[in-house]
């Protein structure tokens, strides 16, 4: 008999037997950091109640019937999680890290909702490496991505968008894996109440990469050139992900293998599988570039985005949608096609988007889903990058609207 402990305040069950344990609260596998051996348990989660004596006759359909998935029965990130390590698919180690993440998402994803009342919008009065104004909420959230990620004493290097540089985690929670993350993309966004978002890419253990880390944790140039070069294109990433805070908070993620998308429940907080294995329509009739920059682009651009504007055989030409948020515009295509571009222009040369913390994940998430993504050149997962916070144009959408825009840009 399987006992069982329901803890009210924070909504979890822990199972008696030590293999349920083991697998369902990460933080007792903190003693496990350097076991890596998987026990495949195959267990199922379902408890069944039997009668005691006597048997009965179940008619094939009444079978049938309990075989169908129940409207009720829901599948959460956790559960989903397990699924993927029991079949091979992750390690103990990425299960923890990733749900690390989804609890980072949550954190921000409450503050997000509260900013106005807790007096969290506005401006921080800083200026992160990029030379961008940090908004407070885009310190506060770093922070807590930072420390959810320490915590899962899985990671070994934090890169973010908000850090001058990459961040060596102390030897005692160390582990093994980069985790590279926007904590707030659209920032601007945030004292309007519109759509903000989270990106993130998970890079496994390189051996040709070894690190010698001093004591205040901060990785030199070496090391950083060490991680750039061995670490980071995005053909490398293991999974990627973001999550998407507007009407609806959804965690939508890549392990290599299709794209899931997961809503986070109000009603008792979990992350629940809502959009299983998405596919990007392969032409659609939205474009988003953010036109107000059309004078300073390529005329070859120019071009290719006046033949949107022109009626179809439909007789009607694309819609233009511009939401200033990357995790807006890359859901929005991922479940309805079209074309996202942010094109390099005079007043910048290298693009806007940063190629670590938000093209290659992105990239990464839409290839999944059978989309293309580019720099106007060559695929982006291709492009090995040379610096932490290097810049990248990027078109990316609609496998049919990308090698259309290729022909123009050609």
């Known amino acids: 008999m399987v006992e069982a402990i329901l803890l009210t305040q924070s909504s979890h069950i822990l199972f008696s037997n030590s293999r349920f344990t083991s697998h369902l609260s990460p933080l007792h596998l903190r003693h496990s950091h350097h076991h890596h051996h998987r026990h495949n348990t195959g267990f199922n989660l379902r408890v069944r109640c039997e009668a005691a004596a006597g048997s009965t006759t179940v008619s094939s359909a009444e079978i ?7 409207v009720y029965e829901i599948e959460n990130l956790t559960t989903w999680l397990l699924k993927q390590e029991q079949a091979g698919h992750i390690d103990a180690e990425l299960t923890i890290v990733l749900s690390s993440i989804s609890l980072a998402c949550k954190q921000i994803a409450s503050l997000l909702q509260r900013s106005s009342i807790v007096n969290l919008t506005g401006t921080h009065g800083t200026v992160n490496i990029q030379g961008e104004h940090q908004k407070k909420l885009d310190v506060i959230s770093n922070e807590v991505f930072c420390n959810c990620l320490r915590s899962s004493g899985r990671t070994g290097i934090i890169a973010s968008e908000e850090e001058d540089v990459p961040v060596a ?105 809502t959009h299983e294995d998405i596919k990007i329509p392969k032409t659609g009739k939205i474009y988003s570039f953010n036109e107000g920059n059309y004078d ?24 233009g949608r511009y939401i200033g948020c990357l995790v807006g515009e890359i859901h929005r295509m991922l479940l309805c096609g079209g074309v ?60 049919d609207e990308i090698e259309k825009l290729e022909k123009y840009l050609a």
């Not at 049938?64 to 998935?69: A, E, I, S, V």
């Not at 894996?177 to 890419?201: E, K, M």
Request: with cysteine; hydrophobic share 30%; aromatic share 10%.
């Open 64 to 70: 049938k019937k309990q075989q169908r998935k129940s």
């Open 169 to 273: 985690v102390e030897e005692t929670y160390s582990g093994n894996y980069v985790v590279v993350f926007d904590p707030i993309d659209g920032s601007a966004n945030i004292d309007t109440a519109l759509t903000t978002g989270s990106i993130f890419g998970i890079y496994g253990p390189d051996e040709q990469c070894l690190l010698n880390l001093d004591d205040d944790s901060m990785l030199g140039q070496e090391e950083q050139k060490c991680i750039v070069s061995v670490c980071q294109p995005g053909s490398n990433l293991l999974a990627a992900g973001y999550c998407l805070y507007s009407s609806a908070v959804i965690l939508t993620l890549s392990l290599g293998r299709g794209v899931f998308g997961f809503t986070l429940d109000p009603g008792y907080g979990e992350f629940v599988l």
């Open 296 to 319: 300073l682009w390529d005329d070859k651009l120019k071009k290719y985005l006046n033949h949107l504007k022109q009626p179809g055989a439909n007789g009607k030409p694309y819609s």
């Open 340 to 399: 996202y571009g942010n094109p390099k222009s005079k007043n910048a040369k290298n693009g806007n988007l940063r190629l670590l913390y938000e093209c290659a994940p992105m990239s990464y998430l839409v290839e999944q889903a059978g989309g293309k993504a580019i720099d106007g050149h060559q695929r982006i997962l291709e492009i090995k990058p040379t610096q932490i916070h290097q810049r990248s144009s990027i078109f990316i959408g609609s496998p």
